[in-house]
Nanobody
């Protein structure tokens, strides 16, 4: 129901845009989020956006470099990633049906996509 795409390999300082497309149901009224998991590490919060798009949340490590947005008409959530660093290397997952009070908590999300690999080389 959630399909993440847009990952790839880039050099440090480069950019990528991840997309998360929902199918089968609408997530227009839902908090949507992006998480990532590097090899050997736990899944961590990256960014989240409220159903209206008026509230956005970022982990400090990506603030100022990443931008989350959504298009409810197209059932789409985007993550624009600029000034990428090697430490951004991870599998990125989109998630839906999050809790507006706890947008950073992975356990609060009801739906997950399959993940897309982002590799940043130095």
């Amino acid at each position: 129901q959630l399909q993440a795409s847009g990952g790839g390999s880039v050099q440090a300082g480069g950019s990528l845009r991840l997309s998360c497309a929902a199918s089968g149901r609408t997530f227009g009224g839902s908090v949507m989020g992006w998480f990532r998991q590097a090899s050997g590490k736990e899944r961590e919060f990256v960014a989240a956006i409220s159903w209206s798009g008026n509230s956005v949340y970022y982990d400090d490590s990506v603030k100022g470099r990443f931008t989350i947005s959504r298009d409810n008409a197209k059932n789409l959530v985007l993550l624009q990633m600029n000034s990428l660093k090697p430490e951004d290397t991870a599998v990125y997952f989109c998630a839906a049906d999050g809790n507006s009070w706890f947008p950073r908590e992975a356990t609060r999300y009801g739906f997950w996509g399959q993940g897309t690999q982002v590799t940043v080389s130095s």
